[in-house]
């Protein structure tokens, strides 16, 4: 039943409270309600009561009304460490408030007070009732101020206004007060929302034409992974890969005898997704890996591919966990016009799906314990809902630290429901957002509407599977173009091998797919050679010196004349980064760019402040909101700006 107080429009909350929101400790995340009561003059009091991880009480955190018209409260709550957290919003008529403002008025219209004076005396003492004892003096000094008749009407009243008074009866609320229902955020370690992930293919390194290269060889690129700065190398399949219709270069269907095949065909006689591919070398030299490369600062991410080759073990002893045809043959993949003959799609409406969803899990287990602690998941749109919200919660009832990066393009409907019941990041659509429109709506979408509470991004500038069109007719600076969007505009970011060297020549015109993808072959690398590795090590740089360049929420866009510049901001405390971008990789763009002054941490009235570029080093006195900037592709397509008060 609805009370005096009606509590509403709860944010953040999913779906009614059906899924937990999210938050990554250390985050800070805004809380909004409606929050009204029926009368004319009463004053209503609202607060976040939030509760964490074996915490016995929760605490009391104020919220502010911002729109008195349409009754929005809004406040902040900062989430420290991991674990399930909940909270609560409480709102209360604050009746001594009610009496200090309505007796304040009868008092300057003249009028005696005496009878509302003894009321307001009442109140205090009835607040004895629910206030600590540390304060009760308090509320018995400012009661006797009420009373004393040898002090005029005006002075009594004034008792009531004591600033310590006040805040007294603003930290301890009555008792009877109106409660929302009980929402729950689950947060996250800080590598759910901040990270550089840098991908390739450990079969490559020291590869050739014909010969795989090997775990212990991969681990010679790592420090030059981690010399550019990033957190997270991901990993393809490592398993064994199947013979049957295995692929050729270019996904063809006629390989030789020394092409390997596609590690997504998981599966051989050698083993299946528990097992190494004999030619990267054995379970002791991934172990090896993985330890390399947290002595150099980074964690290992692998990818999670429900899917095998004709050739895997469930396939002999689990028939019945694929869809058989009515010729009595195993169905493959298909994505019409592409065809993946070398792969069978696991049937999770099997008779015996309770003990494939145990192996599937098992799969998990097993690389866990080999010190895995994020795990990229293949095309998780193509399995049942409910598996996922299953198999992540069972997980993480296990291991609370363990990510998942869901590799989801697909709908968005369903890129969302995967973020609701567990799914920790999510690939998105920014590949293909290169317009200045369509990239400030997409990713103001990402940080400010509901699925903020739920959907972390990660950008990807590319992956094996996508050579976006930008990228193969843009040139050099296209490709500092995109690197710098998305490292700027999302906490999280990527990049497949291959990127620092430009390479961008697609298998055909209008096809997204490399030419002679490494999906299908060994694509040894002269790493020697010039390259933008080192303008992805400062841009990581400047990720790491900046800490409003961790989160997402603080993502404010600004005007600009020109349609071919962006320009966006993130500020936290007394950090603020200002990035400008001239999205066209081919020609030079000037104009002026109008800052909301508050979203870069000053004030409107704000004399001449410096703008850093971290790029360039150059540093440049602005003076007001507007101001002129000029940006050359051929020379820098872009300033990544610190604002400095003078």
Not at 80 to 95: K, L, Q, Y
């Amino acid at each position: 039943m609805i009370g005096r107080i009606v509590i509403e429009d709860i944010r953040p909350q999913v779906d009614c409270g059906e899924f937990t929101a999210r938050a990554v400790a250390g985050e800070t995340v805004p809380v909004e309600a409606t929050i009204f009561r029926d009368g004319h003059n009463e004053v209503v009091a609202a607060a976040v009561r939030l509760t964490g991880p074996d915490d016995r009480r929760g605490q009391l955190i104020p919220l502010t009304e911002v729109n008195h018209g349409l009754h929005q409260w809004r406040g902040e709550i900062t989430l420290p460490r991991s674990g399930a957290w909940s909270m609560v919003i409480e709102a209360w008529t604050d009746e001594v408030a009610t009496w200090r403002i309505g007796t304040q008025k009868k008092l300057d219209a003249g009028r005696d007070i005496t009878l509302e004076l003894e009321e307001g005396a009442r109140l205090l003492e009835a607040a004895v009732a629910w206030v600590p004892a540390t304060g009760r003096e308090v509320l018995t000094a400012a009661t006797a101020g009420l009373r004393n008749e040898g002090a005029d009407q005006a002075e009594r009243l004034a008792s009531a206004f004591d600033s310590t008074l006040v805040e007294l009866l603003e930290r301890h609320p009555p008792k009877d007060v109106t409660r929302s229902k009980r929402l729950g955020i689950w947060v996250d370690r800080p590598r759910a929302l901040y990270g550089s992930w840098y991908e390739f293919f450990p079969r490559s390194e020291g590869a050739t034409a014909t010969t795989s290269g090997t775990f212990k060889q991969a681990a010679e690129r790592l420090p030059a992974i981690a010399a550019m700065g990033f957190d997270v190398v991901y990993l393809p399949p490592i398993h064994p890969i199947g013979q049957t219709h295995r692929k050729g270069p270019n996904n063809t269907l006629d390989p030789g005898p020394d092409d390997p095949g596609s590690p997504w065909a998981i599966g051989s006689e050698a083993g299946g997704h528990d097992a190494i591919h004999p030619d990267l070398g054995t379970i002791d030299d991934f172990d090896a890996f993985v330890a390399r490369a947290g002595e150099l600062g980074m964690e290992l991410a692998l990818d999670y591919a429900l899917q095998c080759s004709p050739d895997h073990p469930w396939v002999r002893d689990h028939p019945d966990w694929f869809r058989i045809r009515p010729d009595g043959s195993i169905a493959y993949a298909e994505n019409p016009p592409k065809v993946y003959q070398d792969i069978y799609p696991l049937n999770f409406d099997s008779p015996d799906a309770e003990n494939l969803y145990a192996a599937c899990k098992g799969v998990l287990d097993h690389w866990i314990a080999h010190g895995v602690r994020i795990f990229r998941v293949d095309n998780p749109h193509t399995k049942p809902v409910r598996f996922w919200e299953w198999l992540i919660a069972a997980v993480k009832a296990e291991h609370p630290d363990v990510l998942f990066l869901a590799e989801a393009f697909t709908r968005p409907p369903m890129m969302r429901v995967l973020g609701k019941i567990g799914f920790t990041q999510s690939y998105t659509y920014f590949t293909w957002r290169n317009g200045k429109a369509e990239l400030e709506e997409y990713c103001n979408e990402l940080a400010h509407s509901p699925s903020a509470e739920y959907m972390r991004p990660n950008f990807f500038v590319n992956t094996p599977d996508i050579l976006h069109a930008y990228l193969q007719y843009g040139g050099p600076a296209a490709f500092k173009i995109r690197a710098v969007l998305a490292s700027m505009l999302s906490p999280a970011w990527g990049v497949y091998s291959g990127y620092e060297l430009y390479e961008h020549q697609a298998v055909r015109p209008g096809s997204e797919e490399y030419l002679d993808s490494e999906k299908y072959q060994y694509r040894p690398r002269i790493w020697t050679q010039p390259s933008l590795a080192g303008y992805l090590t400062r841009l990581n740089e400047v990720r790491r010196a900046h800490p409003a360049l961790h989160w997402l929420r603080n993502l404010r866009f600004h005007l600009v004349d020109s349609p071919d510049i962006i320009a966006f901001s993130k500020q936290t405390a007394d950090d603020a980064v200002l990035v400008l971008v001239n999205l066209n990789p081919h020609e030079t763009r000037d104009t002026f760019v109008h800052l909301w002054m508050p979203a870069v941490g000053l004030d409107w009235d704000t004399g001449p402040f410096e703008v850093h570029d971290e790029i360039t080093g150059q540093t440049w006195t602005w003076h007001g909101s507007s101001n002129w900037v000029r940006l050359d592709p051929h020379w820098e397509p872009a300033h990544v700006l610190h604002v400095r008060s003078r």
